[in-house]
């Protein structure tokens, strides 16, 4: 495609299939995690394993932390040309209020820049989609499909 | 590079009913575009028409549809809008958006009379989203990464934005063959998104000379963002705009 751009579904409750124009059918399946109040659920149920990725945002630790009320919802791992690509949303009250990356791919320095700058910045968007009450987003940005396709599996398995 | 269409039923959804065939074929279809119609496949009808292996009457008579499609749109935005951006055979810019239109109006035929189909942010919206809810659909801000331009909302509307991508192709001015710079990004508003998308390319490539371009475009309205942080939109735009 010539353009480069993400979408990210705001609405959550009708998201019905998703597929990828050059799919990779996914290899793990969705697992979901709930939270039990105070006390720390750590049980992630997901086959994938977690890895350490550069950059600042939270990874792969965060369903150990959940509080009342959150559900920890595994997306299946994406492959991508770059590498395998998964991420978790934490759920609260039909809400997404985290999204973590579990694993991406950090073969290159360029795979870690992305790591960096751009798996945040498309954190940042799915909750600014959210947060405006939107159903899409229209817009030019990073190459985004294994984030996207993650998230994707996640929204429609858990929310 | 691989692109993710959604889909968005909330009627099926809510009623935990609809028809989960029609998604299949959907599928299928969105499938079957890219194996047909991919440059980046060596086997496909678009690969293999360009490089002059097989006539055009070997090809899928979609192909046919699809050149008739975009020698239309190039010769409205006189020749901002091409088939041959990068030098060889790629109907991409138009084929994205005609799948999308096409796998949506598949949902309708199958008694949807609310969804929304988007591919990697170019979407097309059908009926509403709920009884009296408007689809909504945010223009992200190309300057500032994480927010929204502005939303824009409303029913059976198609949204298709180009901009500058941080990595990959630019879209190209076909008249100087160097990387589309006059604007940071333009959202094309439109009924259908095969010609919506199509069009935003084009103006897209035209740069500040789009705004005249799509304003004389009848049913077709555009906002833009400057690389200054500017920002302009044609004057039947603001009927897109969300009240609140």
Known sequence: ?159 | MGTVVSFDVPDWASRDSGDGAVLDRARQWLHWVDATFSPYRDDSDVSRFGRGSIPLAECAPELAEVMAACADVSARSGGYFTTRPGGRFDPSGYVKGWAIERAAAMLTAAGSAGHSVNGGGDIQCVGDRGPGQPWRVGIADPLRPGSLALVVTGQDFAVATSGIAERGAHIVNPHTGQPAAGLASLTVVGARLATTDAYATAAFAMGPAGRDWVESLDGYEAFAVTPGGQVWQTSGFRAYLASA
């Open chain 1, 1 to 159: 495609m010539r353009r480069v751009v993400l979408a990210v579904t705001g609405t959550i409750a009708g998201l019905v299939a998703l597929l990828s124009f050059k799919s990779h059918d996914p290899t793990t399946p969705v697992a979901a995690t709930s939270g039990t109040g105070g006390s720390s659920t750590s049980s992630t149920s997901s086959s994938s394993s977690s890895t350490t990725v550069p950059g600042e945002f939270p990874t792969g630790s965060a369903v150990g932390g959940l509080t009342a009320g959150e559900t920890a919802i595994t997306g299946k791992v994406a492959d991508t040309v770059y590498g395998p690509v998964q991420i978790r949303l934490i759920v609260k009250s039909h809400k997404i209020v985290k999204v973590t990356v579990l694993e991406q791919p950090t073969n290159t320095i360029h795979d870690i820049q992305i790591g960096e700058f751009a798996f945040p910045r498309l954190i940042s968007e799915t909750l600014t989609a959210q947060d405006a009450k939107i159903d899409a987003v229209s817009g030019a940005s990073y190459t985004s499909a294994g984030y996207i396709s993650s998230l994707q599996s996640a929204l429609d398995h858990g929310l």
